[in-house]
């Protein structure tokens, strides 16, 4: 069997130099007639070696030593090659090597793809490049009914994150979160008018852009957002009451600062006690504590009607002593009064979309020096583009004429990098492989969004810390 098993190529031979496979072959293809005007037998003219990178086999990096004929013809006085099928003139190497890279820099570090193929960073990212345009224009992704909107800090900047809640991917991801381009974004999604749901922080940039947007669409403030309004208003309250302490019973009370942060339903008994014996001594943080709990407590009411006469009572019984600390959710709760409360028709919450950007922020830092855009593709399609066939992905597309023309007149000899190899072959600069992104999105997949807010960051915590190590 053929070694390379190209179409029109046969290898014949090979060897391992410096951890390469190199593999001298020619072209089986006789040419008839000029390609260009056509008149029949051109005469050879001389032959050349042209090197080709290709995918790796067995682990080594592999390039093709390609002996081919070139051709000049009688009549119109061109010279060319003969054609070649699945090289890509643009890369000086095979296309099934440009969708190998393509597929694998979707998911994995542009170094380590680097590394596994022989060829330097550069060439990785612009045939990623490449392929971006090309995912984009033949794959885009659809617009979701269940929406997620959410900020990330992403290269430095604040941006928008927008994700499918029912397919629980990433949709879109915009530079920003400032109310003009946002709104210009959104205003451009296609088939906005199907979003029927979109959860979201209460962000009143986002609040409004997307009541404007998609004014069909049900706006849900995440449950736990506002839970977390309510836990701030209690930590406040927590650090006044601890101040005037002295230091050690301050650090005492320090230490019970989960167990007042876990609802009162999921306590032990025991743990209810020393959370009471705690709380004894300080009125106000008592108080605290109290509207904290039963402002959670509506959350598990068993219709929106009757969490809003709960939310109404709740405002209402309110101590004027804790407004001061209650005073963002008070505020959250009259702006966004049915938002809130449309959690209980609709039960979506944004705990995917926050998953998914912690554990984007980790993407961030293992690829060190990817601007936004290639984060954005790598997160938009670094799980989709696993599945995608790239049997019709041609890497010369965006060639003048396509491979069709270029097959016959690519006669660069640029391929070599003795450098590379070497570097390679020392194995000086070789390091540890992290998790790699596929994990990473199977890890959100596989539901570490369903845990809470609160629980999320601690449940993620040990992966946060490994992608870090191997960073
Ligand atoms: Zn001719």
């Not at 400032?178 to 979109?198: F, G, I, M, Q, R």
């Not at 506002?226 to 009370?253: C, I, S």
């Not at 007149?409 to 194995?427: C, D, E, H, I």
């Not at 959100?444 to 629980?455: A, F, S």
Request: glycine share 6%.
């Amino acid at each position: 069997m053929d070694l390379l098993q190209l179409k029109f190529v046969q290898a014949l031979s090979s060897e391992v130099r410096d951890e390469v496979l190199i593999v001298d072959a020619k072209v089986l293809i006789k040419l008839a007639e000029c390609p260009f005007c056509k008149a029949a037998s051109p005469y050879r003219h001389d032959s050349r070696t042209q090197e080709f990178a290709d995918s790796p086999i067995r682990g080594n990096p592999v390039r093709i030593r390609l002996q081919r004929q070139r051709y000049r013809c009688r009549a119109c006085r061109k010279a060319f090659f003969e054609p070649l099928v699945g090289f890509s003139a643009k890369r000086n190497m095979t296309q099934r090597l440009v969708h190998y890279i393509a597929q694998d820099a979707l998911i994995r570090t542009f170094a380590d793809v680097a590394e596994d193929v022989g060829l330097d960073v550069q060439t990785v990212r612009g045939v990623f490049l490449d392929f971006s345009d090309w995912l984009r224009a033949h794959h885009p992704i659809a617009t979701p009914r269940i929406m997620g909107i959410d900020e990330a800090k992403r290269a430095k900047v604040l941006c928008t994150v927008l994700t499918d809640l029912q397919r629980r991917e990433y949709f879109d991801m915009l530079p920003s979160r400032k109310a003009e381009p946002l709104n210009a974004y959104l205003s451009k999604v296609p088939d906005k008018e199907k979003v029927e749901v979109v959860a979201m922080d209460l962000h009143q940039g986002f609040v409004h852009a997307i009541g404007r947007h998609m004014p069909q669409a049900v706006r849900v403030a995440d449950k736990y957002h506002v839970a977390r309004l309510a836990q701030n208003a209690f930590d406040k309250a927590h650090v006044d009451a601890r101040k005037p302490l002295p230091t050690g019973e301050r650090l005492a009370m320090f230490r019970h600062r989960g167990l007042l942060a876990t609802r009162d339903r999921r306590l032990t008994d025991d743990e209810r006690a020393k959370v009471a014996k705690t709380l004894a001594p300080f009125p106000l943080l008592q108080a605290a504590h109290a509207a904290k709990e039963s402002f959670l407590a509506i959350y598990e009411a068993p219709n929106k009607d009757v969490a809003s006469r709960q939310l109404s009572v709740w405002l209402t019984v309110l101590p004027a002593g804790l407004s001061g600390y209650f005073r963002p959710l008070i505020t959250a709760v009259s702006n966004n009064r049915e938002i809130i409360l449309n959690y209980f028709t609709h039960r979506y919450t944004n705990a995917f979309t926050e998953a998914a950007n912690k554990l984007s922020d980790l993407l961030q830092q293992t690829g060190r020096g990817y601007g936004f855009e290639v984060m954005r593709i790598k997160l938009l399609y670094g799980k989709r583009g696993q599945a995608i066939d790239l049997t019709d992905y041609d890497a010369d597309d965006d060639l003048p004429g396509g491979s069709a023309t270029t097959a016959f007149v690519f006669s660069k000899m640029t391929f070599s990098s003795p450098t590379l190899r070497k570097k390679q072959a020392s194995g000086g600069d070789r390091k540890r492989r992290g998790p790699s992104f596929a994990r990473v999105g199977r890890l959100i997949g596989e539901g570490y969004y369903d845990l809470g807010n609160q629980t999320i960051a601690d449940e993620l915590e040990p992966l946060i810390r490994e992608f870090a190590a191997t960073a």
